[in-house]
């Protein structure tokens, strides 16, 4: 099975493209879909969606560049954590897309 991950600093657990249009639409078509944010709630399924807080949320646009791109790589390294493709929802992320990509995983 497929693993698509979401990867966010900005959004919530009720984002309309990555949740309801995207991460269900790929659930029903037989992926494994996953969310990495950055909320301070704790790890659910929901809708299908593994969806992980690794950091509290941030509103300073700055502290999020920073801070949460730091958050999401850790976890991901702590965590050995893989997924056929990586997708970031926001322009603060291209330093971790960048990383991922340089790791040889597939990201958009």
Same mark, same amino acid.
């Given at each position: =099975?497929?693993?698509?991950?979401? $990867? %966010?600093?900005? #959004? /919530?657990?009720?984002?309309?493209? =990555?949740?309801?249009? *995207? /991460?269900?639409? $790929?659930? *029903? ?13 704790? %790890? ?14 941030? %509103? ?17 390294? +702590?965590?050995?954590? %893989?997924? +056929?493709? #990586?997708?970031?929802?926001? $322009?603060?992320?291209?330093?971790? /897309? $960048? ?10």
């Amino acid at each position: =099975m497929k693993h698509v991950c979401f $990867l %966010t600093s900005a #959004f /919530g657990r009720e984002d309309s493209l =990555m949740v309801y249009r *995207q /991460g269900i639409s $790929l659930i *029903q078509a037989g992926y494994k879909v996953s969310y990495l944010l950055c909320d301070g709630l704790p %790890t659910e399924t929901k809708y299908g969606i593994e969806m992980v807080s690794v950091a509290e949320q941030k %509103t300073n646009t700055k502290d999020r560049a920073k801070k949460d791109n730091a958050a999401l790589k850790q976890y991901i390294i +702590d965590n050995n954590y %893989t997924a +056929d493709v #990586f997708q970031g929802s926001e $322009l603060i992320l291209i330093p971790l /897309g $960048l990383w991922l990509k340089k790791k040889g995983f597939n990201v958009v």
